[in-house]
């Protein structure tokens, strides 16, 4: 029997032990030395003796060796970052890069662990993850802690791996368990921690759907390992014609973000393809294309145009959206000074009711507001539902007259993203016009980008002609992005925000400072003026119209889902009224690329959402999805697709990260080595010490019998009080 007692603990005990004794002798003394109390006193004493040696912990131990022989287990990575070629031979530096894999297939051959098998029982596993697709992750704590469950008497671990972990809890807390177990992993880093020289086209953004004649563009990025500057054609291939190509200059050890523009002419499935040459000296040459699918439909977005009165950015604004093609414009031009509203060709008489408005993709209020010839509570009521709910766009464009101050006492000021100047409701007039200067935003966004060269379209920004009123804007609300601002103005918050953009419930929102947009077409016709406002259009229109049907809409974010991330669905449903449906049981069959089916309930948004019916899911493999939408209350039914990215969690061509080798050997207190010190490590491995007996512990201290054995004890002693007559 073995005592963990502390110096602390014996003196306690010792210190009650000796209190206790003379106790017991005082009492015993009193009673005339009578044999009853002298076996009473004694049996008190015995009880005290019981409960110090329970402080004192005892326990009983015993050592033995176990029967089965010590296991060394020997993991090797498989996931698809061990493809990446960049194991250099320093013997023949000369010779082309190795993969990682090929450089580990000598190590997994049983016959090079022959040394160890004497002293221990060899075992050779693979490790990944357990995505659908195994080689996308690398899964270290999983493969650790698998490998110390199945092998109880594991000695040691062996890991042949590049580090890349990206699957699954940190690997840490099995390196820790390890070492509590003394059991050390050892790590053969495979790779190269330094990226080799290369060029990479990384990414090509594309959106899921463009329509025919409209430009796309399509953005890639490019990344140059090498040291000096380059030179490439970038390639767009798969476009049902001519190859597009574009040419671009990336600087050494620099990256680039640039698009390619290409017009769709047919209607159909495209898989584009964009690629860059191979240059003669890049390690890795199977990184430079990159293939998305994309769909060319046609399109007719529907806008409306809410004006008070005809002045130039209206009159301007129609026309320009009225030669699109692919927009149906109508307007609503309210004249509060007449007793009529404006007619003519594509005007309504009144503004639309619940059912008509909700049709409308994107609508435009100009310098409009509240009041008994303008704008009503109730619409603007509409207006929100159509932005929140509804995935609809709208555009303020405020005037002079200042009569979109009046909308702050309604509900659509929560959408508005910039605060105005109260003070100076109908805006601020300059005989000196001013200019747009973009912001950081305003540069990388699409919707500005009226020239493809981030210099031209910075040049042209600043030449287009001046605008000589711009609406009084304290700032910009948190949470909006802005594009363009003053060029000389500013509040105590900076410069006057002008072009402010924002995203409101499944809607988007884009308010434009000034009256002045119809004076770019000066010397360019409609090029600029039309290129912007036709973006904007369909950048609020995208989500609202990636998938429709006559009663039902669904649209989905992000537009470019990817395995493991959450995709909100959100679905439009009208009643057989043409209203929206208030309540109602939606639900959606997502049909996985594999076959796998998986029924999907949507619910309503809330009370406040007309019509709107959210649902969350996440795609567990790559590919196309088909997505089945009924409504049980209209039986309506749409079927639509999902290209679900398959998600790059492996990387081929990125550096070793020896990093994360280097902490889990150092916690476990292994080691770890490159590929060429390998044979040393088996010797060491080899010679290893005999691991140490087993050793069994029986803890009586904390034991239930020994707790039950001292209360049976004082219950016993109490009852022998009685029977010697104390009370």
């Not at 990159?290 to 769909?295: G, L, N």
């Amino acid at each position: 029997m073995t005592f963990y007692w502390t110096p602390a603990t014996v003196i306690l005990s010792v210190t009650i032990l000796i209190v206790a004794g003379l106790c017991c002798w005082i009492s015993w003394r009193r009673s005339g030395y009578g044999k009853a109390y002298g076996r009473l006193e004694a049996f008190r004493f015995l009880i005290v003796t019981l409960i110090l040696i329970t402080l004192n912990q005892p326990e009983v131990t015993q050592s033995y060796q176990p029967s089965q022989r010590p296991s060394l287990v020997v993991l090797h990575d498989t996931s698809a970052s061990m493809n990446t070629r960049d194991v250099v031979d320093d013997k023949q530096s000369a010779s082309a890069p190795r993969t990682r894999l090929n450089v580990i297939k000598p190590l997994i051959d049983p016959a090079f662990w022959k040394p160890v098998e004497d002293r221990m029982e060899v075992i050779i596993e693979p490790f990944s993850s357990a995505l659908p697709d195994p080689s996308q992750g690398t899964d270290l704590q999983a493969a650790l802690t698998d490998a110390m469950r199945q092998n109880p008497n594991m000695r040691c671990v062996v890991l042949l791996s590049d580090g890349d972990w990206n699957v699954g809890a940190s690997p840490v807390a099995a390196a820790t368990d390890l070492r509590m177990r003394g059991i050390p992993i050892d790590a053969v880093a495979i790779g190269n921690d330094e990226r080799l020289p290369d060029v990479e086209l990384v990414s090509g953004d594309a959106p899921t759907y463009g329509v025919v004649g409209k430009t796309l563009r399509i953005a890639f990025r490019i990344e140059n390992a090498m040291p000096r500057d380059r030179d490439f054609v970038v390639s767009l291939e798969g476009t049902g014609g001519e190859t597009i190509q574009k040419s671009v200059r990336v600087d050494g050890m620099g990256t680039i973000r640039d698009t390619i523009q290409w017009l769709p002419e047919k209607v159909g499935q495209y898989e584009l393809t964009l690629s860059i040459p191979v240059e003669r000296e890049e390690a890795i040459q199977d990184n430079n294309r990159v293939t998305f699918p994309i769909a060319i439909r046609n399109e007719t977005l529907r806008v409306l145009l809410v004006e008070s009165y005809p002045r130039w950015e209206y009159r301007y604004l129609r026309n320009a959206l009225q030669r699109d093609p692919g927009v149906t414009v109508e307007c609503l031009l309210f004249h509060p000074d007449l007793e009529a509203v404006g007619g003519g060709k594509g005007y309504l008489e009144q503004f639309p009711d619940e059912k008509e408005l909700f049709k409308y993709d994107v609508v435009f209020l100009g310098d409009v507001g509240l009041g008994n010839d303008q704008l009503t509570v109730r619409h603007c009521d509409l207006l929100r539902q159509l932005v929140l709910n509804h995935a609809g766009g709208m555009v303020l464009m405020p005037g002079f007259r200042g009569y979109q101050a009046s909308l702050a006492s309604t509900e659509l000021e929560e959408l508005n993203p910039v605060i105005m100047d109260t003070t100076q409701p109908r805006g601020v007039g300059s005989p000196l016009p001013g200019r747009f200067a973009l912001t950081e935003s305003g540069r990388r966004s699409l919707l500005t980008r009226l020239e493809t060269d981030d210099a031209e379209n910075e040049q042209v920004w600043r030449g287009l002609p001046g605008y000589q009123w711009y609406s009084a804007v304290e700032r910009a609300k948190v949470g909006t992005d802005v594009l363009a601002t003053h060029d000389g103005q500013t509040t105590r918050f900076g410069r006057v925000p002008l072009i402010v953009t924002r995203t409101a419930g499944t809607g988007k929102i884009l308010f434009m400072g000034t009256d002045g947009a119809w004076r770019w077409r000066k010397g360019v016709e409609d090029l600029y003026h039309y290129r912007f406002w036709g973006q904007v259009v369909r950048w609020m229109a995208y989500q609202r119209n990636m998938s429709q049907g006559e009663s039902m809409r669904l649209f989905y974010s992000p537009d470019r889902p990817e395995v493991g991330n959450e995709l909100t669905l959100n679905a439009n449903v009208m009643a057989s009224s043409g209203e929206p449906l208030r309540e109602g049981k939606v639900s959606v069959q997502v049909i996985a690329p594999s076959g796998r089916i998986q029924s999907v309930q949507m619910a309503p948004a809330g009370e406040d959402a007309w019509g709107l019916f959210t649902a969350v899911f996440e795609p567990s493999e790559g590919g196309t999805y088909r997505l089945i939408t009924t409504c049980s209350q209209t039986g309506a039914k749409l079927e639509t697709t999902i290209n679900v990215d398959g998600g790059v969690r492996e990387q081929v061509g990125k550096p070793a990260r020896f990093d994360i080798l280097e902490d889990i050997t150092r916690i476990s207190r292994g080691r770890m080595c490159g590929i060429d010190e390998v044979d040393t490590l088996v010797r060491e491995i080899a010679s290893m010490p005999e691991p140490e007996p087993l050793i069994r512990r029986f803890r009586i201290w904390c034991h239930w019998a020994w707790g039950i054995l001292i209360v049976t004890l004082m219950g016993l002693f109490w009852t022998a009080r009685k029977f010697v007559g104390l009370a």
